[in-house]
Structures are given as structure tokens and as C-alpha cells.
């Protein structure tokens, strides 16, 4: 298909969509970008393409700042702000050839897991259950997921800070990709918990993806947590050597984090995962199982370590220089009490509260340095079952020939512990509620994150499981070492939509 | 609760002491109120003050009027000294400071936006340093020279490794809602001093010298500037904001006020000897706040502690102290105003107090449930900051001397100025006074080269005069910032050359001097020359006849001189030959032993 043929069609599905919600602000019709996109195609037809990407439309996630499109984050206090600078990414893309076609729809800032605290109202997934029923589209990134779902656009960029791009890549049936973090650049990416935001790619398939990790994948000096290109020279050097180069031609050692095998496993969910790795080994691979004891306890640090960063990063909301302002105080009054107020909506306020008690003098200590122990634990785990090292641990550069024999190169588990649920269940008589019990979403997800892994979701369908006759989609996750983005890249093309 | 009150309020008592400028009902009353008090609560000021109302009631002379206020003056500040030895016996002060200061830096802490403060209002901020959605810090290096100076200039060891942490509070000056410094986790600097001595200014009690121990110096970000226009219009400039800091943290080791306004001082003058910062505290680059807590003498179990020390009292913090004298008047107030609250039986709270300047009293800004909980969080963005033992040591060796060592040399053996000469030789004009010292020492003492080397020895003594006191009169007088190019060393070498080799008398240089400062541009001889001002000897003759002349018109004195043995008011003789003689030729001295001979040796 040409390039126009494949941007028009985009278009059009982005009017036969418009009621799923998945974009805040879209192109015009015509504009533009549309010679941009009939230059590329000169190009194309001239073999001089700038790159994979070139003249390609890519959705942005509506927290990462645009130029010439406002940055909204799905929030009250921005809901007119245009960013005066385009964020790395974008410019990355648009130099790569590829066009933004729009700002995608999210949970506020990023918080949420089914992208329906949104002042744009929720995001619409496709998907329906048996009844009929709307299900979750997935968050935060939800509408990135919605709109490469649809084909409202060629991939899209989303943000990870505990699952967001896995968990609706899982929900809506496409690929999400998480790489490790400090690869791309996060220059222009509003921060929600800047220890683990992640720009993450969102596609139809692995090799789209792939193309867009090969153009994010630079360092910007701009962004103090970008790794140097000297870094990065040592982590492929590190892959580079004899034991890890070899896994190139031979069998992979494939991890089962038998902690991930939860009693809230759904059938469906169980299903995918135990086709996927039967599917591995007849490939040729190894299946191990491996422990990770910190698991059960992740999920709690990371709901106590990203609001203790989210209430920090959310402080400037104030209105005195940008965004909304309430000017309604009275002198004596905080000027921006209720600016904050109106301008965040609950499970932001919900998110800056909890955050802040846990920094507060008297939690401190009980709460964020213990998560933040936490943390350690849980990447330390993952070095453990891992063949390769973790290359920017200190001094752990060799390791232990034990691990080097027996470690795994991957581990293959599930994205969520179940299928997506009904938007009905957390939506309520027009607000939505929330509960702990919709953070458990991320279960899988959030540890990956804390230890700043590479991750993708990769949807698999099987057919008749459990003896019923249904087919069911699910989100199947590849976890790699800190580093080895490319491998986790490989395997996913392996299972990438297998029917099993 | 009115007795501390009344102690600590000089206004009060001073509207009582100062009887012709009060309207005559208002004292009557504050006398009956205070007394309306019990007796045994009066304190002696008072009273004393009380005895001397009633007479001002009465028509006296002025100049008696004069002379009793000047006595009751004297008697208070007699008497508040005695108090201030008395609470002193029982009472033991601790302070501990800390002082912010603007780093000499072209760029911003975490953007290159330059520091600039005398440019339009907002022009140079950054993305960054607006706390923009997306824009992340990028700590500048550069910043780090002027704080790892001031650190090394503080004796401090400098840490290997320390991080910025997030510091957190809502105010429109604090774009990002929270403010970068280090003081959480690891700051990068620790365990520095400072020495005081008698010429710093510290208090009697101290001593010929102090140590105060600093620490911990870190680096952080400054607000942005604002006005406030009442009711309910703020402006704000964000130039300044992200500006890079020092904030210098002393140990609780200081012991009175004056020792604590000298520790400012002290450590303003070094920060600037070393270039570490661009302005003082009289232009808003430098602020303090103070930690003051009371406990009674050799009463060791005062449940607090700080930066390691135990057993002190309940401490109240001091904010945002912008000269040297709020400071030691701040540390005054509050001090008196816990001595007062703990011996009516009160409980010090801890709590953050403000100072304004003009007022006696600290006032209370918030108490402890209204603190600021801060929330410390490492800053996610930042890594650590790693700083090499050769950055160090390259830094500690190409240091300018410090001003201790300065004055060190210039009291010594080489220069014999008197201390309190030296000390404004530094510490004047940025260091610009002290190099165009050594610029007319270096010329004089090559002009003189020829002479003998007794006279030698006094040549940096006499410069340190002129350059101070002459050429500093004329620019007071003239009101006048110091320029190096008003007399240049040269000439004032020149003319000293001259006033050495008695070519010319002191007040002729004083006055070719105040010639040259006001534009004369002629080379010294040429002007001396042409002004015909090189002293052409007097003979004793000439003497002898002007000190007759002089003495004939005054035999009173003569006779007071002769028989009351008043030779001071030989002085005055000497200047009525100088009058009387030709102008710049008559020499003191000469004219001082002919005086000496015809008065003192004729008696008998």
C-alpha cells in the first residue's frame, strides 16, 4: 500500500472512530503534512527514504509535549496549554520523515489503568464481551492503544511508568513496547514519576515497532538520565561477548516466574501463557522455572514510590506562569488553592495526597525509604535468574559463573492477570470510582518498571480453551536484562500474533 | 506578662528618658502603669529613669538639660550592661547560622540562562527554570568552581559524592513548587571553620580568638524576586530564580551576638576574597537566619541537640536576616525574649520568628504545628554529583591568600600597619584598595631606595596612611566610589617620595594631594615646582621670631604652660606659627623645639 493510501485511511478511520475518544486534537484533513507524506513517497519510489518511519502517521500520547499541537495531559490545568517546545521524540520522528497525525487520550498525567480519568471523557475500546459490553481500553495509554488498534494511525508513542503502554497494548490486541529506561529520551514528556517514565512504542506488530525503537533509540543530552553514547558502547560491548553473542544462533533459556502464577489468574490469561511457552519450546528454546520473590511486594512499593514522585512533579501546577488559573481567592488565601483544586481531577488528587503523606517527616521512613528498599530487592531478583549482568551496576561486571551457566535470557509471563474488565465496573452513576483493587492491574507490569527493564506485550489469541469453545485474546509480556532491548524485541517477533 | 515586655523595649524607655521631645500627659501614664506593677518587678532601668522624669518637668537651662541627659544615658547603658553581665553570669546564649549566598556564576544552576540581575525582568530564565511541563535540569559545572572555592576557603573537606534533593513548598516564587538544594542527603562539602578574632569584632568574652565550626556547605537554588502590591497584586521577575546558592551551615558554637554578626561578616569577607560570590549582605547577595537557644549555665541537660551538640535549650529560628547589625540585634531580642519567657515560668516553643529592621522585638512568623513539612525527595532527574580529588587540589592551590593571612602580613614585620588599618586595606573596594597599596608601596620603596634603611623600614606604614586616611578623607568628603585612576599610584608615590626626602611638609602634601584628586594632572615635581611649594627651610631666626610673635599674643597660656606643666597646649602654639608663617613652609617639629626652648627652659 502507498504511503497516501495508508494516511488516508488513517484519516478516514480517525472520522469512523471519533466516538472511541482516542485522540484529544487531530490533524486538519488536509494541511501540510499531507505534502509531507507525498514527499515521502517520492522518496520511497526513489529508494532515498529518510527512514522506516518516513511519511508514516504517528500518534503522540497527549503528555508529551508538541509544538504546534497542544499538550493537554488530559488534564483541567492544561486543557489549552501548547508547549513552546517540541519534546525529543517528536523531533526524532518528524526528522525521521514521519508525520504526527495527533495527541492521543489518557488517564490524567498518566495515572490511571483504564484511560477513563480523562477530561476528554474515556477512552472507547473496540472491544466488547459477550454481552456486549464496553471493556476497558487499557491505560494510561489508552488512546494511543485505541488508535493503533483501529488504524487510526501507522504506530503510536505512548508513556510507561508502571504498565501504561503494556497494559493497553494487552487490552486492545497490539503491540507495546517498553525499553529500558534511559534509552529514549524523556526531554518534553510531562513527568508523572520521573524515576520510571518510560517512553514506550505502540504498534501492530513487532517490526513496527522496531522501526521506531531504531530512530527514539539515541542519547539527548538534554534529558540527565539519557544514557551517554559511552554507556551505551559498554552495554553493547557487554552483549557482545562470547557467552551473550552466542544467544544469537542458539536456544534461548526461557524464565517462568512462578510468583507470576497467582490464584487471580484468569483461565483465559493462564491459557495464553502456557500455549506461549509450549509454543517457545517447540521452537527449540528451554523453559526454567525461576523465582522472584519481591514480586507480591512491588506492586505496593510502586504505588507508594510513583504518587511520592507525581506529588513532587505536580507542585507547578499553580496557574502563575502557564495553564489554568482560578483567581477567585481572597487576599490572605493561597493563590492557587483552588486552581489545584478544579484543575486535577480525583485520581490525580487521590495520587498528590498519598504521595505527599509518604514524604511527609513522620512516613518518610516507613514508606517511601522502604519502597525505595523495596526497589533494590526487586532488581536485585531480576539479577539473579538473568544470564547477562546488569551493566551499570557497579562493580558487579563479572559475574558469578553459576549464574552465567544457569541463567535465563528471558522471562515470558503474562501482561495482566486477566482479560480486560467491563468500563461499567469502575464507572459509576457519571464519576468514576476507584479502589485498590484497580491498581491490581499492574501487578505484572510494575516490577519490570522498577527495575527499569526492557518489556513488551504481545497479544496472542487461543482458540477453545478450557474446554470451551471461545476464542480469547491476551496480552503475553517478554521481560529482558537491562540492555538487552534487542532480544526481547526477537522473542516477541517469535510469538508475535501467534493463534495457539 | 507586662515585665518582659516593658524590659525588652528600649522605646518605651526611651520616651521616658528623652523629656523634651515627648508631649508631657503620655509619661505620667506609662509611670503609673508601671507603677501599678509590683515593686520587687521593676527592674533598675526603670527606676533610675523614674527619678529623673519629675525634673524635666522643671525650666532648666539647656545646657544643664544636656549634660543630665548625656549622664542618664551613660547611667542606662551602664545599667544594661550590668543586666546584660548579670543574664550573661546565669544565662548561656547558643546561636548557630545559616547563611545563603549568591555563587559567582555566568549561568544558572540547571540551565544556561545567564545570571545576569540587572537585565528586564524575565528575560532570562530558561524552560527549566519556569518548572515548564517536560523540561528537565541540566546541572552546569561551571557553578561548582565558585562553590568548592568558597568550601576550601571555609577549611571544609570537600565530599566525593553528594546529591541534590528536592526541598518542598508552595509559594509563587518557587516555580516548580519545590526548591533543588542538598541538604537532605549529602551536601558536598562538610566539617569547615572559621576563626574570629579580637579585630573581627567577636564579643570581649571570647577572647583573642574563636573557632566556629561549619557543617556543612551545599549547593541550591534561589527563588525568583517578588513584590508585593497590596491588596492583592504580586509581581514577579524570575531572573534570579535557579540563580546557583551556597548555603553555609555553622555548628550552634557561637555564644554571643556580636561574635555572631562578626561570623557573618567574616565569612561574607572571606566568600569574597576568594570570588566565591559577587555581592554582600548589603545588597541582597548574601541572607542569614539564625537558630537561637538559651539555656541556664553549667545546666547540661536541655534535651535538644544540633549538628552534634546535646543538651541545649528549645531553639527558635530566626529567617531572612539581611545585614550584619539584624543579625546581632535579632540574636539581642530573642535572647532576651526567652530569658524573659523561661524566668516567668513560660516554655520556649520552637517556632520560626521574623526580624524586621527598626523594631526590638523578634516577632513569631509560624509555631510548630504551622511548620512547612518539607518532604525531602532525592531529585529523580539529577544523578549524583562526583567531584575528583584533583579538581580539588588544583582549586586549593591556585587560591588567592585569604585575608587572615593578609592582615597577618600586613600587621607583620614588612608593612607595620596597625591593625585597624589593615583590616579596611582588605576589606575595602573588593580587594582594589589593598592592590593599589601594594602598587604605591612597591613605587615608594624603589624612590627610596637611596635613603637610609632606618627610614626604609617606615615607608609601608606611611602609605598605609595616605592611602587610607588622606586620599579615604577625600572620598568621603567628596562622596565619592574608590577609582584607582583618581591618583594614580604613581603620583601618590611620587609626592610621598617628596614628603620623605622633607622636599615638602605634610600639610603642602596634603594639599597637592587634594590638588591631583581634584583632576591636577601635572607630574609632581613639575607641579611643585611651578606652585613654588617645595619647602625652602626656615632659619632659627625665623623661627625664634614666629614663636615670639606667637607667644607674646598669649602670655596666659604662656604662663599655664610654665607653671601647670600643660604641654599639650604647646600643640596649640605650633599651630598658630604655622598660621602666622608663610604658607607649607613653617615644619611642625622644628617649630615645636623652638617653642619648647623659649617656654619651658626660660621658667625656672
Given at each position: 500500500?502507498?504511503?497516501?493510501?495508508?494516511?488516508e485511511?488513517c484519516i478516514?478511520?480517525?472520522?469512523?472512530?471519533a466516538?472511541?475518544?482516542?485522540?484529544?486534537?487531530?490533524?486538519?484533513?488536509?494541511?501540510?503534512?499531507?505534502?509531507?507524506?507525498?514527499?515521502?513517497?517520492?522518496?520511497?519510489?526513489?529508494?532515498?527514504?529518510?527512514?522506516?518511519?518516513?511519511?508514516?502517521?504517528?500518534?503522540?500520547?497527549?503528555?508529551?509535549?508538541?509544538?504546534d499541537?497542544?499538550t493537554?495531559?488530559?488534564?483541567?490545568a492544561?486543557?489549552?496549554?501548547?508547549?513552546?517546545?517540541?519534546?525529543?521524540?517528536?523531533?526524532?520522528?518528524?526528522?525521521?520523515?514521519a508525520?504526527?497525525?495527533?495527541?492521543?487520550n489518557?488517564?490524567?498525567?498518566?495515572?490511571?489503568?483504564?484511560s477513563?480519568h480523562?477530561?476528554?471523557?474515556p477512552?472507547?475500546?473496540?472491544?466488547r464481551?459477550?454481552?456486549?459490553?464496553?471493556l476497558s481500553a487499557?491505560?494510561?495509554s489508552?488512546g494511543?492503544?485505541?488508535?493503533?488498534?483501529?488504524?487510526?494511525?501507522?504506530?503510536?508513542?505512548?508513556?510507561d511508568?508502571?504498565?501504561?503502554?503494556?497494559?493497553?497494548?494487552a487490552?486492545?490486541?497490539?503491540?507495546g513496547?517498553?525499553?529500558?529506561?534511559?534509552l529514549?529520551?524523556?526531554?518534553?514528556v510531562?513527568?508523572?514519576a520521573?524515576?520510571?517514565?518510560?517512553?514506550?512504542?505502540?504498534?501492530r506488530?513487532?517490526?513496527?515497532?522496531?522501526?521506531?525503537?531504531g530512530?527514539l533509540?539515541?542519547?539527548?543530552?538534554?534529558?540527565p538520565?539519557?544514557l551517554?553514547?559511552?554507556?551505551?558502547?559498554?552495554?553493547?560491548?557487554?552483549?557482545?561477548?562470547?557467552?551473550?553473542?552466542?544467544r544469537?544462533?542458539?536456544?534461548?533459556?526461557i524464565?517462568?516466574?512462578?510468583?507470576?502464577?497467582?490464584?487471580?489468574?484468569s483461565?483465559s490469561?493462564?491459557?495464553a501463557?502456557?500455549?506461549?511457552?509450549?509454543?517457545?519450546?517447540?521452537q527449540?528454546?528451554?523453559?526454567?522455572?525461576?523465582s522472584?520473590p519481591?514480586?507480591?511486594l512491588?506492586?505496593?512499593a510502586?504505588?507508594v514510590?510513583?504518587?511520592?514522585e507525581?506529588?513532587?512533579n505536580l507542585?507547578?501546577y499553580?496557574?502563575v506562569?502557564?495553564?489554568?488559573?482560578?483567581s477567585?481567592?481572597?487576599?490572605?488565601?493561597?493563590?492557587?488553592?483552588?486552581?489545584?483544586?478544579?484543575?486535577?481531577g480525583?485520581?490525580?488528587?487521590?495520587?498528590?495526597?498519598?504521595?505527599?503523606?509518604?514524604?511527609?517527616?513522620?512516613?518518610?521512613?516507613?514508606?517511601?525509604?522502604q519502597?525505595?528498599?523495596?526497589?533494590?530487592?526487586?532488581?536485585?531478583?531480576?539479577?539473579t535468574?538473568f544470564r547477562?549482568?546488569?551493566?551499570l551496576a557497579?562493580?558487579?561486571a563479572?559475574?558469578?559463573m553459576d549464574?552465567?551457566k544457569?541463567?535465563i535470557?528471558?522471562?515470558?509471563c503474562?501482561?495482566?492477570p486477566?482479560?480486560p474488565?467491563?468500563?461499567s465496573?469502575?464507572?459509576?452513576?457519571?464519576?468514576?470510582?476507584s479502589?485498590?483493587?484497580?491498581?491490581m492491574?499492574?501487578?505484572f507490569?510494575?516490577?519490570?518498571s522498577?527495575a527499569?527493564?526492557?518489556?513488551?506485550?504481545i497479544p496472542?489469541t487461543?482458540?477453545?480453551?478450557?474446554?470451551?469453545g471461545?476464542?480469547?485474546?491476551?496480552?503475553i509480556?517478554?521481560?529482558?536484562?537491562y540492555?538487552?532491548?534487542?532480544l526481547?524485541?526477537?522473542?516477541a517477533?517469535?510469538?508475535d500474533?501467534k493463534?495457539? | 506578662?507586662l515585665?518582659?515586655?516593658?524590659?525588652?523595649c528600649?522605646?518605651?524607655?526611651?520616651?521616658?528618658?528623652?523629656p523634651q521631645c515627648?508631649?508631657?500627659?503620655r509619661p505620667?501614664e506609662a509611670?503609673?502603669?508601671?507603677?501599678?506593677?509590683?515593686?520587687s518587678s521593676l527592674?533598675?532601668?526603670?527606676?533610675?529613669?523614674?527619678?529623673?522624669?519629675p525634673?524635666?518637668?522643671?525650666h532648666i537651662?539647656l545646657?544643664k538639660?544636656?549634660?543630665?541627659?548625656?549622664k542618664?544615658?551613660?547611667?542606662r547603658?551602664?545599667?544594661?550592661?550590668?543586666?546584660?553581665?548579670?543574664s550573661?553570669?546565669?544565662?548561656?546564649?547558643?546561636?548557630?547560622?545559616?547563611?545563603?549566598a549568591?555563587?559567582?556564576t555566568e549561568?544558572?544552576?540547571?540551565s544556561?540562562?545567564?545570571?545576569s540581575?540587572?537585565?528586564?525582568?524575565?528575560?532570562?530564565v530558561?524552560?527549566?527554570?519556569?518548572?515548564?511541563?517536560?523540561a528537565?535540569p541540566?546541572f552546569?559545572?561551571?557553578t561548582?568552581?565558585?562553590?568548592l572555592?568558597?568550601?576550601?576557603?571555609?577549611?571544609?573537606?570537600?565530599?566525593?559524592?553528594?546529591?541534590?534533593?528536592?526541598?518542598?513548598?508552595f509559594?509563587?516564587?518557587?516555580?516548580?513548587?519545590?526548591?533543588?538544594?542538598?541538604y537532605?542527603a549529602?551536601?558536598?562539602?562538610?566539617?569547615?571553620?572559621?576563626?574570629l578574632?579580637?579585630h573581627?569584632?567577636?564579643?570581649?568574652?571570647d577572647?583573642d580568638?574563636i573557632r566556629?565550626?561549619?557543617?556543612?556547605?551545599?549547593?541550591?537554588?534561589?527563588?525568583?524576586?517578588?513584590?508585593?502590591?497590596?491588596?492583592?497584586m504580586h509581581v514577579?521577575?524570575f531572573?534570579r530564580?535557579?540563580?546557583?546558592?551556597v548555603?553555609i551551615?555553622?555548628?550552634?558554637?557561637i555564644?554571643?551576638?556580636?561574635?555572631a554578626?562578626?561570623?557573618?561578616?567574616?565569612i561574607?569577607?572571606?566568600?569574597q576574597?576568594?570570588?566565591?560570590?559577587?555581592?554582600?549582605m548589603?545588597?541582597?547577595g548574601?541572607?542569614a537566619?539564625?537558630?537561637v537557644?538559651?539555656?541556664?549555665?553549667?545546666?547540661?541537660?536541655?534535651t535538644?541537640?544540633?549538628?552534634?551538640?546535646?543538651?541545649l535549650?528549645?531553639?527558635?529560628?530566626?529567617?531572612n536576616?539581611?545585614?550584619?547589625?539584624?543579625?546581632?540585634?535579632?540574636?539581642i531580642?530573642?535572647?532576651n525574649r526567652?530569658i524573659a519567657?523561661?524566668?516567668s515560668?513560660?516554655?520556649?516553643?520552637?517556632e520560626?520568628?521574623?526580624w524586621?529592621?527598626g523594631?526590638?522585638?523578634?516577632?513569631?512568623?509560624r509555631?510548630?504545628?504551622?511548620?512547612v513539612?518539607?518532604?525531602?525527595?532525592?531529585d529523580?532527574?539529577?544523578?549524583?554529583?562526583?567531584?575528583?580529588?584533583?579538581?580539588?587540589s588544583?582549586?586549593?592551590?591556585?587560591?588567592?591568600?585569604?585575608?587572615d593571612?593578609?592582615?597577618?602580613?600586613?600587621a607583620g614585620?614588612?608593612?607595620k600597619?596597625?591593625?585597624?588599618?589593615?583590616k579596611?586595606?582588605?576589606?575595602?573596594?573588593?580587594?582594589?584598595?589593598l592592590?593599589?597599596?601594594q602598587?604605591?608601596?612597591?613605587?615608594?620603596?624603589?624612590?627610596?631606595?637611596?635613603?637610609d634603611?632606618?627610614?626604609?623600614?617606615?615607608?609601608?606604614?606611611?602609605?598605609?596612611?595616605?592611602?587610607?586616611?588622606?586620599?579615604?578623607?577625600?572620598?568621603?568628603?567628596?562622596?565619592?566610589?574608590w577609582?584607582?585612576?583618581r591618583?594614580?599610584?604613581?603620583t601618590?608615590?611620587a609626592?610621598?617620595?617628596?614628603?620623605?626626602?622633607?622636599?615638602?611638609?605634610?600639610?603642602t602634601?596634603r594639599?597637592?594631594?587634594?590638588m591631583?584628586?581634584?583632576?591636577?594632572s601635572r607630574a609632581i615635581?613639575q607641579?611643585?615646582?611651578?606652585?613654588k611649594?617645595?619647602?625652602?627651610?626656615?632659619?632659627?631666626?625665623?623661627?625664634?621670631?614666629?614663636?615670639?610673635?606667637?607667644?607674646?599674643?598669649?602670655?596666659q597660656m604662656?604662663?599655664?604652660?610654665?607653671?601647670?606643666?600643660?604641654?599639650?597646649k604647646l600643640?596649640?602654639?605650633?599651630?598658630?606659627?604655622?598660621?602666622?608663617?608663610?604658607k607649607?613652609?613653617?615644619?611642625?617639629?622644628k617649630a615645636?623645639?623652638?617653642?619648647?626652648?623659649?617656654?619651658?627652659?626660660?621658667r625656672?
Open positions: 500500500m502507498s504511503l497516501l493510501r495508508e494516511a485511511r478516514a478511520n480517525q472520522g469512523t472512530h466516538t472511541l475518544n482516542a485522540f484529544i486534537t487531530t490533524r486538519q484533513h488536509s494541511g501540510p503534512w499531507l505534502q509531507r507524506v507525498r514527499d515521502a513517497e517520492t522518496r520511497r519510489t526513489q529508494g532515498t527514504s529518510k527512514s522506516a518511519v518516513d511519511g508514516r502517521l504517528i500518534a503522540i500520547k497527549d503528555n508529551i509535549c508538541t509544538r499541537l497542544p493537554t495531559c488530559a488534564s483541567n492544561l486543557d489549552e496549554f501548547a508547549s513552546p517546545f517540541n519534546a525529543t521524540v517528536v523531533e526524532q520522528l518528524e526528522n525521521a520523515g508525520v504526527v497525525t495527533g495527541k492521543t489518557l488517564d490524567e498525567f498518566g495515572m490511571g489503568s483504564h477513563v480523562s477530561r476528554f471523557g477512552v472507547k475500546s473496540l472491544r464481551d459477550r454481552n456486549e459490553e464496553s487499557g491505560g494510561s489508552g494511543s492503544a485505541v488508535a493503533v488498534a483501529t488504524t487510526q494511525c501507522h504506530a503510536a508513542l505512548g508513556t511508568t508502571g504498565g501504561s503502554v503494556r497494559l493497553p497494548a487490552y486492545t490486541g497490539t503491540v513496547f517498553k525499553p529500558s529506561y534511559g529514549i529520551s524523556r526531554w518534553g510531562v513527568a508523572y520521573n524515576s520510571l517514565d518510560t517512553v514506550g512504542i505502540m504498534g506488530d513487532v517490526s513496527s515497532v522496531n522501526d521506531i525503537f530512530v533509540n539515541r542519547p539527548d543530552l538534554r534529558d538520565t539519557s551517554s553514547s559511552f554507556t551505551r558502547s559498554r552495554i553493547d560491548a557487554n552483549l557482545r561477548t562470547p557467552a551473550l553473542a552466542s544469537a544462533t542458539s536456544p534461548l533459556k524464565g517462568v516466574p512462578i510468583e507470576y502464577n497467582i490464584s487471580e489468574l483461565p490469561v493462564l491459557c501463557w502456557s500455549r506461549s511457552l509450549a509454543y517457545m519450546r517447540r527449540g528454546h528451554s523453559i526454567h522455572p525461576v522472584l519481591t514480586t507480591k512491588a506492586l505496593s510502586y504505588y514510590l510513583a504518587p511520592a507525581a506529588s513532587s507542585a507547578r499553580d496557574g506562569r502557564y495553564g489554568n488559573s482560578i477567585d481567592a481572597s487576599p490572605g488565601d493561597y493563590i492557587y488553592a483552588s486552581t489545584r483544586g478544579v484543575g486535577f480525583s485520581e490525580v488528587k487521590r495520587r498528590i495526597l498519598l504521595g505527599a503523606f509518604s514524604l511527609s517527616a513522620d512516613a518518610m521512613e516507613n514508606y517511601f525509604i519502597a525505595q528498599r523495596i526497589r533494590r530487592l526487586v532488581q536485585h531478583d531480576f539479577d535468574v547477562a549482568c546488569q551493566p557497579f562493580g558487579s563479572v559475574k558469578n549464574s552465567e544457569n541463567g535470557d528471558v522471562l515470558i503474562p501482561t495482566a486477566s482479560p474488565p467491563r468500563i465496573s469502575f464507572m459509576g452513576n457519571e464519576t468514576v470510582t479502589h485498590p483493587h484497580a491498581y492491574n499492574d501487578v507490569t510494575v516490577p519490570a522498577l527499569g527493564l526492557p518489556a513488551i506485550s496472542v487461543v482458540d477453545s480453551f478450557v474446554d470451551s471461545d476464542v480469547a485474546l491476551a496480552g509480556q517478554i521481560i529482558g536484562q540492555g538487552d532491548d534487542r526481547v524485541l526477537k522473542v517477533e517469535q510469538l500474533g493463534r495457539l | 506578662m515585665r518582659p515586655w516593658f524590659r525588652q528600649p522605646r518605651a524607655t526611651r520616651s521616658l528618658a528623652c515627648r508631649p508631657s500627659p505620667q509611670m503609673r502603669a508601671l507603677n501599678a506593677l509590683p515593686s527592674s533598675p532601668p526603670i527606676r533610675s529613669l523614674q527619678t529623673s522624669a525634673e524635666s518637668q522643671d537651662p545646657r538639660q544636656l549634660k543630665q541627659d548625656a542618664a544615658v551613660k547611667a547603658k551602664r545599667q544594661t550592661r550590668e543586666n546584660e553581665q548579670t550573661r553570669d546565669k544565662w548561656e546564649l547558643t546561636v548557630g547560622i545559616e547563611i545563603h549568591q555563587l559567582n549561568s544558572k544552576l540547571f544556561r540562562a545567564p545570571t540581575s540587572t537585565d528586564l525582568p524575565n528575560t532570562n530558561a524552560l527549566f527554570d519556569l518548572a515548564y511541563p517536560g528537565q541540566e552546569q559545572i561551571a561548582l568552581l565558585p562553590a572555592r568558597a568550601a576550601i576557603a571555609l577549611n571544609c573537606d570537600v565530599q566525593p559524592v553528594s546529591k541534590f534533593d528536592r526541598k518542598h513548598y509559594y509563587h516564587d518557587q516555580p516548580a513548587g519545590y526548591q533543588i538544594t542538598q537532605y549529602e551536601p558536598f562539602a562538610r566539617n569547615g571553620y572559621v576563626d578574632f579580637t573581627d569584632g567577636i564579643a570581649p568574652e577572647g580568638t566556629i565550626g561549619i557543617k556543612q556547605v551545599q549547593m541550591e537554588q534561589d527563588t525568583a524576586k517578588s513584590q508585593e502590591y497590596p491588596p492583592s514577579l521577575d531572573n530564580v535557579s540563580h546557583p546558592l548555603e551551615i555553622t555548628m550552634p558554637d555564644h554571643s551576638p556580636a561574635t554578626a562578626a561570623c557573618v561578616r567574616k561574607q569577607a572571606i566568600l576574597s576568594c570570588n566565591a560570590v559577587t555581592t554582600g548589603e545588597l541582597g548574601l541572607r537566619d539564625v537558630n537557644s538559651i539555656r541556664q549555665r553549667g545546666d547540661a541537660t536541655g535538644h541537640h544540633y549538628g552534634g551538640v546535646g543538651g535549650g528549645q531553639r527558635t529560628e530566626i529567617k536576616l539581611s545585614s550584619f547589625k539584624s543579625v546581632e540585634d535579632a540574636i531580642a530573642e535572647k526567652q519567657v523561661l524566668e515560668g513560660g516554655v520556649v516553643e520552637g520560626t520568628r521574623g524586621t529592621i523594631t526590638t522585638e523578634t516577632r513569631r512568623l509555631g510548630k504545628e504551622g511548620e513539612d518539607y518532604r525531602y525527595m532525592p529523580p532527574d539529577l544523578p549524583p554529583l562526583y567531584i575528583g580529588e584533583d579538581l580539588v588544583e582549586l586549593r592551590s591556585t587560591m588567592p591568600t585569604s585575608p593571612a593578609l592582615l597577618k602580613l600586613l614585620s614588612e608593612y600597619l596597625p591593625i585597624e588599618d589593615a579596611p586595606l582588605v576589606e575595602l573596594d573588593d580587594g582594589a584598595r592592590e593599589y597599596y602598587d604605591v608601596v612597591d613605587l615608594l620603596r624603589e624612590l627610596q631606595q637611596d635613603q634603611p632606618q627610614a626604609q623600614k617606615g615607608l609601608a606604614r606611611v602609605a598605609g596612611n595616605w592611602v587610607l586616611h588622606e586620599l579615604g578623607g577625600l572620598l568621603t568628603k567628596a562622596d565619592l566610589a577609582d584607582v585612576q591618583v594614580p599610584a604613581q601618590l608615590a609626592l610621598l617620595d617628596q614628603l620623605q626626602r622633607k622636599r615638602i611638609t605634610g600639610p602634601a594639599q597637592v594631594l587634594a591631583v584628586f581634584e583632576g591636577d615635581p607641579l611643585l615646582e611651578e606652585e611649594l617645595i619647602l625652602q627651610p626656615l632659619s632659627r631666626e625665623e623661627y625664634i621670631a614666629l614663636a615670639e610673635a606667637a607667644i607674646e599674643l598669649n602670655p604662656v604662663e599655664q604652660i610654665r607653671q601647670k606643666n600643660q604641654l599639650g600643640g596649640w602654639f605650633v599651630g598658630q606659627m604655622m598660621r602666622m608663617g608663610e607649607g613652609r613653617v615644619e611642625a617639629q615645636d623645639g623652638i617653642l619648647r626652648e623659649l617656654i619651658l627652659e626660660g625656672s
